[in-house]
């Protein structure tokens, strides 16, 4: 019988498993591996998104602030807060107030009609159409009135209108409404200044810390003016009352402190309330005082004398012929009350002759006389805080001729207040000193300080300002107890290139106490009419007397004490 081999099982057996194991692991590695990238893959995806935030949160910080308004945030187009602007003496001429402005946001309206409907009942003054178009827009948010009253506040809260809310905005508030509307001028809207002081603050620095995104709703040092509102009221009050009283069509004046260039009050009538300025841009709404150029007359004199006397080429004790009118060509010179004789220079000042005038103006020359005058400062912009300021207006010929009719005011167009200012060098010693309207000490002023004239000039012109309310032109200028000196103007008013022989432009530039000089008060009637039938309407029947009611209520406001009547002679001003 043949043996049959069985199969040996075994070393098969041992192998497959051997080989069903490493197939398992390989599969488990193979897991793993996968599960790895996975994981690294999660992580780079991670660090790279990190990595885009980090990325653009460093360039958010370096970026450049985006402009107010120009983002669809309702905070952005808040305006923005001011400091308060005071006077000398603390008094808030002008302040923030808190407002609420009414807003909307048209993707969140769900009925505009319905909206407009309500809205309009508490404001009808809105145009109804124009809000229904905002309101049915796809714009985030949109204005619908800005500084609405706190019952149309609540009314409107009231109506519960979906996507309408409000928001806190400063605005402007002038407690003395038109009193010193020139001086402190205006804002817009957006609380921003555009005219006078409040533009000036804009301008210097407070553009600069909004732009940079400081000063909003935090208190701010108050800016304190030169102004003292006292005065101001008092400036104010008597011109209405000259307007009143003479029948003209404007007035200005202004009080200028002589020895720190500070303007203490100034007024150009007609005015306008800042609080609400309807009428600021009408054309008689115009700061007179130092927006506006005019031929001033014989206030001018006063200058003329002291070129005459700073040259050395007339004295005193000179004799001037005003015999005669002059001619040239076919113009003539002459006197509106004239003495038809020989006049001292006293006499030529008191007696306002415009021969006399002239003919020290030629002995000076017209190159001696521009140089003069542009020392003053009348050839050039006055330089001052306010934005409003206008040119002078210069002749394109200086003949001869042009030489004798600026010497008594006429020719050359100039701003009233670059003549109380050139009148205060006049007066203080013979230093011009640029004008202010922000509190100014004595030693700051002494920097900005020019000597234009001698101080014997100085000594000169006071006695004859002095000498002419006493004795001359300017006697309606007197304040018992008060050292008044000071010089008329009636200007000729020009209308279509011509004088006019019926419509004048009078003033009175005044200065006291005249022997120790503190003051200039310059005082500038537009057209005025007679006071009564058979009255006179020359500067010294109007802007004179005007004057005097000024320095009468404000003398003692502004600590000049009265004194014993003096008479006034070359020892007082010598000393």
Known sequence: MTETALPTTEPATAETALGRRKAEKNVRWQKQDQMRNRILITVGAFAIAYMVIIGRLISFGVMEPAPIGALNDPNAGVATSRPDLVDRNGEILATDIKMASLYAEPRNIIDPDEATELITSVLPDLDASALRKKLASDAGFVWVKREITPTQRRQIHDLG?????????????????????????????????????????????????????????????????????????????????AIGRYDAIAATGVVLDVETGEVLAMVSYPDFDPNDPIDANKPDRLNRMSGGAFELGSVFKSFTF?????????????????????????????????????????????????????????????????????????????????????????????SDLTTMTVAFGHGLAVTPLQVAVADAALVNGGRLIPPTFLKRSKEEAAVLAKQVVKPETSDSMRYLLRLNVEKGSGKRAAVPGYMV?????????????RYSASKRLNSFLAAFPMDNPKYVVLVVLDEPKPEKPGAGATAGSNAAPTVSAIIRRSAAILGVEPQEPQIIGPHLVSN
């Open 161 to 241: 209108i979906p996507g309408v809310g409000f928001l806190s905005e400063s605005r402007r508030f002038y407690p003395g409404g038109p009193t010193a509307a020139h001086i402190v001028g205006l804002v817009n809207v957006d609380n921003q200044g555009i005219a006078g002081l409040e533009k000036l603050v804009d301008d210097r620095w407070l553009n600069d810390l909004h732009q940079a995104g400081f000063a909003r709703g935090e208190d701010m040092e108050p800016v304190q003016l030169s102004i003292d509102l006292r005065v101001q009221h008092i400036m104010r009050d008597e011109l209405l009352g």
């Open 306 to 398: 002291a070129m005459a006397f700073d040259s050395g080429l007339v004295t005193m004790n000179d004799k001037i012929d005003a015999s005669r009118a002059i001619r040239v060509g076919r113009f003539t010179i002459n006197d509106f009350h004239g003495k038809h004789r020989v006049l001292t220079v006293p006499e030529v000042f008191i007696y306002s002759s415009n021969i006399g005038s002239a003919r020290m103006a030629l002995k000076v020359g017209s190159e001696g006389q521009q140089a003069y005058l542009k020392k003053l400062g009348f050839m050039d912009r006055l330089q001052t805080d306010l934005p409003e300021v206008a040119l002078p207006i210069i002749p394109k010929k200086w």
């Open 485 to 497: 000196g000071g010089k008329t103007g009636t200007a000729e008013k020009v209308e279509a290139g």
